[in-house]
C-alpha cells in the first residue's frame, strides 16, 4: 500500500495567482505519482469536500482505475489503515502532534498508529525555518521522514535543527532526542515533455530570428534579480562571450522566458541588459504561456542559470533543460551541486560567499521585520558572487565546439531521463515509505530507544546567519588568504565601473547593507597596486567596520570590481 496524500488543490496546481516553484514541483509530483506508482488504492485527506472531487478527477485523469478513498481532514482514524501520510511541506510536526492526540488510548503506542512524510522546498524563509526547529520539540517519530532534495538543502536543515538542540540543551538540559529520517530524494520531471523535433527547433528559431552562427542562451524561470538568480554575471559573461566570438562571424541572443513581479522589477532587467551587454540581443518571453515555453526550450543551444540566492533550494529548471538535451551552464550552489555533472553534462560555475558570522546583522534586520522576505534574500544574495571569467570560458568553448555542445546534450538528456524521471523518482519515494512502514511496525514490537542528534553551539536557531545556515552552498567562502586583484589594470576604470554599476536598480537595493563610496574608494586603492590578501585590506579600516568591509568584498566579486587570483 502507498501513502495517503494530503490534497490542497494550491499545493499542487501552477494555475493560482502566485506562482511558486513548490507550486510547479507538487503539480509535477502528483502526476508522476498517479501515473508512476504501484498503489492498488488512492486516498487523499481533504481539508474540504470540493478538494477530494478534485483529487478523484485528478486520479482518473491520468488513467488510473483503483479505488479512491477520501478522508475528511478531522478523521485521524482512517489513517492508521493507509499506515504513511504524504505532506507537501516541512512542517510535519503539527500533524505529529495531531497523531499523538487522535491515537491516544487507541493503541499502545500512538506515535506508532501511521507515519508522516514531508518535503523541504525553500527553508531560508520564516515559516520553513519555524517548522524545521519545531521538529526538535514536536512528537515526530524515528519512523517519520522529511525528504530532503538536495544535500545541501540537507546540511542547512540540520544546521536549523542542531541550533534548536544546543539552544534547549543549555535552557533545559535536555539530553534525548528523536529525529525523523531525512532521505535526500531529487524532484522529479516528466522527461517525455522536453523532447521537442527538428520542425519544431526550426520554426521556433526562425520565429525568434536566428541563424546557424547564432549560439542561443536560455534562461527559464522567474526573472527576479533578488529572490531567484541575479542577472548580472550571465549579462557580463554573455557580453565577454559575444565580443571574444564576433571576429569569427558568430552572435549571441539571450531569451529570458519567465516572468517579472512588478513594473520596477522589469525595468531592471531591461536597463541592466542594455547597459552590460548590449552586444547580446535579449529576448523576453511569457514563461507563464505554455507556447512560449515550447518555443525558448525549442530554440536554445544552451541553458544557463546562475543561481545566488539562498531561497533556492534544488533547482527544477537545469534538469528541465537536460531533458530537452541542452548543455548547461549553472552556478556551483546549491541543488545545482547534485544534478549537473561539471564537464559532463554542462558546466559548474564557482561561487563564493563570505563566511559565517559575517551575516548576522541580515538575519536580525529581517527577524526585527526592518526587512522583508524579499530584501533579505536580495540582501543576502548581494554577497554571492559567481566567477564571472569561468562563465564566459563556458559559453566561449561551447559556441566554438558544436562537438562539445552534441556531446554535453546527450549526456544530459540520458541523465535526465536515467535519474531524475518520475518513474525513477517515485520509486524512491515508495520505497521510503516501505522503510517507515517497517520502522514503524518493527518500534511497536521491541519499543527500540530513539536515536539522538550530534550537538552543536549555534544560538537563534530558526533566525541564523544566512552565511552559515547555508554555509554548504557555495564552492568556497570568502578567506582571509583569498588573494584579490581588480578586474580593471587601471584605478580610474575601475571607479568608473564602480559608478557604472552602483547606478543600477539591481545593483544599489541593497545600498543597505553595503558600504559607502568612501570606504569603496579606499578599498580600490588599497587593491590598486597589486594582488592583496582579503585580511590584508579589512585590516586597513576601523574595528566595527572590519567584518562590514570584509563582507563587502564579496560584492565587489560580484558586481566584476574584483576578481580572486
Given amino acids: ?21 513548490r507550486n510547479a514541483a507538487g503539480e509535477s509530483f502528483l502526476k508522476g505519482f498517479l501515473r508512476h506508482s504501484t498503489a492498488s488504492e488512492f486516498c487523499a485527506q481533504v481539508q474540504k469536500t470540493e478538494h477530494g472531487e478534485q483529487f478523484f478527477q485528478a ?57 508522516l512524510c514531508g518535503i523541504s522546498h525553500t527553508t531560508s524563509s520564516h515559516g520553513a525555518m519555524d517548522s524545521l526547529a519545531e521538529l526538535i520539540t514536536s512528537p515526530v517519530q ?19 535543527l542542531q541550533a534548536q538542540v544546543n539552544s534547549l540543551r543549555d535552557r533545559l538540559g535536555i539530553t534525548k532526542l528523536v529525529l525523523p529520517l531525512m532521505p535526500v530524494i531529487p524532484l522529479g520531471i516528466h522527461t517525455e515533455e522536453f523532447i521537442f523535433s527538428d520542425a519544431q ?3 521556433a528559431r526562425k520565429e525568434i530570428g536566428t541563424d546557424d552562427n547564432t549560439l542561443v542562451v536560455l534562461y527559464m524561470g522567474r526573472l527576479s534579480f533578488h529572490a531567484k538568480a541575479h542577472p548580472l554575471a550571465m549579462y557580463s559573461a554573455l557580453e565577454r562571450t559575444a565580443q571574444a566570438v564576433a571576429p569569427m562571424g558568430k552572435k549571441v541572443v539571450l531569451v529570458e522566458c519567465g516572468w517579472h513581479a512588478n513594473d520596477f522589477i522589469q525595468k531592471a532587467y531591461k536597463e541592466a541588459a542594455q547597459r552590460i551587454c548590449p552586444s547580446v540581443r535579449v529576448i523576453t518571453l511569457d514563461g507563464r504561456e505554455a507556447s512560449s515555453r515550447v518555443q525558448a526550450w525549442s530554440s536554445a543551444d544552451v541553458f544557463c542559470s546562475l543561481s545566488d540566492n539562498i531561497q533556492e533550494s534544488f533547482g527544477i529548471t537545469p534538469i528541465e533543460a537536460m531533458a530537452a538535451g541542452l548543455p548547461v551552464v549553472v552556478s556551483d550552489w ?10 559532463e553534462d554542462g558546466f559548474r560555475i564557482p561561487t563564493c560567499m563570505p563566511g559565517p558570522g559575517l551575516g548576522i546583522v541580515l538575519a536580525s534586520r529581517h527577524a526585527l521585520d526592518i526587512d522583508s522576505y524579499d530584501m533579505y534574500c536580495g540582501h543576502a544574495c548581494s554577497f554571492v558572487s559567481v566567477d564571472i571569467d569561468a562563465a564566459a570560458q563556458a559559453f566561449i568553448k561551447l559556441i566554438e565546439s558544436p ?16 535519474t531524475f524521471d518520475w518513474s525513477r523518482v517515485i520509486k524512491q519515494y515508495e520505497s ?40 554548504q552552498y557555495p564552492t568556497q567562502t570568502l578567506q582571509d588568504s ?46 590598486a597596486n597589486g594582488t592583496l590578501t582579503a585580511k590584508w585590506v579589512a585590516e586597513n579600516f576601523e574595528a566595527h567596520r572590519k567584518g562590514h568591509i570584509f563582507r563587502s568584498l564579496v560584492w565587489l566579486l560580484k558586481i566584476g570590481i574584483l576578481k580572486t587570483v
Fill in 1 to 21: 500500500m502507498s501513502a495517503v496524500i494530503y490534497y490542497h488543490p494550491e499545493a499542487y496546481s501552477t494555475e493560482g495567482p502566485k506562482l511558486m516553484g
Fill in 59 to 115: 486520479v482518473r485523469k491520468n488513467g488510473r482505475q483503483e479505488p479512491v478513498s477520501i478522508l475528511e481532514k478531522h478523521n485521524l482514524g482512517g489513517l492508521e489503515r493507509f499506515g504513511n501520510v504524504y505532506y507537501p511541506g516541512p512542517g510535519i510536526g503539527i500533524y505529529a502532534r495531531q497523531r499523538s492526540i487522535a491515537a491516544q488510548g487507541q493503541i499502545a503506542n500512538p506515535h506508532a498508529a501511521w507515519s
Fill in 142 to 160: 524515528p519512523w517519520d521522514a522529511l525528504i530532503c532534495t538536495s544535500t545541501a538543502v540537507k546540511d542547512n536543515i540540520q544546521r536549523v
Fill in 201 to 203: 527547433k526550426s520554426k
Fill in 334 to 343: 546549491d541543488g545545482y551541486k547534485d544534478t549537473v555533472r561539471h564537464l
Fill in 403 to 418: 562537438a562539445l555542445r552534441q556531446e554535453m546534450s546527450q549526456n544530459a538528456r540520458l541523465r535526465a531521463q536515467n
Fill in 432 to 471: 521510503l515509505w516501505d522503510e517507515q512502514r517497517r520502522i514503524r511496525i518493527e518500534s511497536q514490537k521491541n519499543n527500540s530507544p530513539f536515536p539522538s542528534l550530534i550537538q552543536r553551539l549555534e544560538t537563534c536557531p530558526s533566525r541564523m546567519d544566512p552565511f552559515y545556515a547555508f554555509a
Fill in 482 to 527: 583569498t588573494l584579490l586583484v581588480h578586474v580593471e589594470k587601471d584605478l580610474e576604470k575601475s571607479i568608473e565601473k564602480f559608478h557604472l554599476l552602483k547606478s543600477l536598480a539591481m545593483v544599489n537595493f541593497a545600498k543597505a547593507v553595503l558600504p559607502s563610496d568612501e570606504e569603496i574608494y579606499k578599498v580600490l586603492k588599497l587593491t
